[in-house]
């Protein structure tokens, strides 16, 4: 075991050398994760063209107050039923739901004792998207009163509840009652000899001008999102950005491998007293020491800096492991692509683009198509970002990560032991 220590010892100092080859392993990855976690954090955060749902009756009060909402140009309206309304505010698939009572007194709401209340449920920590609801909203109420006061019929008909409300009214005197019904009977005569000019001349008449004039009853509601999916940009690039840092570690150490061999250092291990078994698991265990170390350091990095939080720390430390044991056997198999450095360089760096294109590290997975999404399921890379986002945000149990940490650990003993089997044979 002391032997297999001394040459993995050996292979990191060679890395850590290497300035060059060191950018591409640690400089590189961090890079990819600040260019795309800047890219991902400019978007969101705009309060247009939000997706609520209007909860309400299929009353015409309802219906105009719902056509209102949904002619806003910054509004996306689904009608729903209030239980799937908060589930999905909740779940974060919708900003809020705007839930719609009409009065219920038979009032037009002039002088009428109710008002329709309104309810918006949204999560309380955004502020901006709820100040921006609360003005549209109340932009609706009055649009849905101006439309009811230019429909003269309509207005017509709701004074003559009114005077049928003046006479069930217990607070108000008699007095009061006779000067409203002088009001109210004064209106509906203009109304009426309006009703007959607007049909001559086809134009909107003074009733437009009518107004309730009051506040619409709005209460916000709280409704706690439920934090099933990331918190910020960064959970989502520094997984993706991962990836490269494990493929510079594969490529490093694959070529390493091809130039102990094509100078002679390989050979020259091998009459030292120690087997070949030992000169091949010291480099998987160098590799391995590699990925994960440098995989967990820029990771820290992120967690420090960038405030991505972790979801399960076992689970975080098994999805590293075993995608360091995958890139260790990737490593072993693409250095015996060819004799050369040049040819395994090539081939390399070839197979481990097609790889990172398909599997999430140029493009993350929740924003790949859904073809793309199947073509990813053969690259290790899909593997090893789901398993480290399923630590991170997705909120994977043990059995979650079963299909993604098996996955790699195959590829790894696969490719490790093709590449040893090869090696022997050709070396011999």
């Not at 890395?15 to 990855?29: M, Y």
């Amino acid at each position: 075991m002391s032997a297999v220590l001394t040459l993995a010892l050996k292979d990191l100092r060679l890395l850590w050398r290497d300035r060059f080859g060191l950018f591409w392993v640690i400089a590189f990855p961090l890079l990819m994760a600040l260019f795309f976690g800047s890219i991902f954090s400019g978007q969101g955060g705009s309060a247009r063209n939000l997706k609520v749902a209007f909860v309400g009756d299929l009353g015409q009060e309802s219906q105009a107050f719902h056509d209102a909402l949904a002619a806003s140009e910054a509004l996306s309206v689904v009608r729903l039923p209030m239980d799937s309304a908060r589930g999905l505010v909740a779940r974060g698939k919708l900003t809020a739901y705007v839930q719609f009572a009409p009065d219920t007194s038979g009032g037009f709401g002039l002088f009428s004792a109710g008002r329709p209340s309104i309810e918006v449920g949204i999560d309380p920590s955004r502020t901006a998207e709820a100040g921006f609801l609360q003005g549209i909203v109340t932009q609706a109420y009055f649009q849905r009163m101006k439309s009811q006061m230019s429909d003269l019929t309509q207005t017509r008909g709701s004074i003559d509840r009114q005077m049928a409300l003046l006479d069930t009214a217990s607070d108000v005197s008699p007095d009061e009652a006779e000067i409203y019904r002088k009001f109210l009977g004064s209106l509906d005569t203009l109304l009426a000899s309006a009703e007959t000019g607007s049909s001559d001349s086809g134009s909107v008449n003074e009733a437009d001008n009518y107004s309730p004039f009051q506040d619409p009853d709005i209460a916000f509601v709280n409704v706690i999102k439920e934090r099933s999916g990331p918190r910020s940009s960064w959970e989502i690039t520094f997984p993706q950005s991962l990836q490269w840092c494990l493929i510079g570690c594969a490529a490093a150490f694959a070529l390493s491998i091809v130039v102990e061999r094509t100078r002679g250092t390989l050979l020259r291990l091998r009459v030292a007293p120690i087997s070949r078994a030992h000169i091949l698991a010291g480099k998987g265990l160098a590799c391995f020491i590699a990925c994960f170390g440098i995989s967990s350091l820029l990771l820290l990095f992120g967690i420090l800096v960038f405030d991505v939080r972790v979801g399960s720390w076992p689970l975080l430390v098994l999805a590293l492991a075993s995608a360091a044991i995958a890139f260790v056997g990737i490593m072993m198999l693409i250095s015996v692509l060819g004799k050369t450095e040049q040819a395994v360089g090539g081939a390399g760096w070839a197979v481990l683009l097609v790889f990172s294109m398909t599997g999430g590290g140029m493009i993350p997975l929740m924003a790949m198509p859904d073809w793309m999404v199947t073509v990813s399921h053969i690259s290790p890379v899909k593997w090893s970002v789901l398993a480290l986002e399923g630590a991170i945000w997705r909120d994977f149990g043990l059995t979650d990560m079963m299909l993604p940490v098996g996955l790699l650990l195959g590829v790894g003993i696969v490719g490790f032991t093709a590449g040893v089997l090869v090696m022997m044979r050709t070396s011999d």
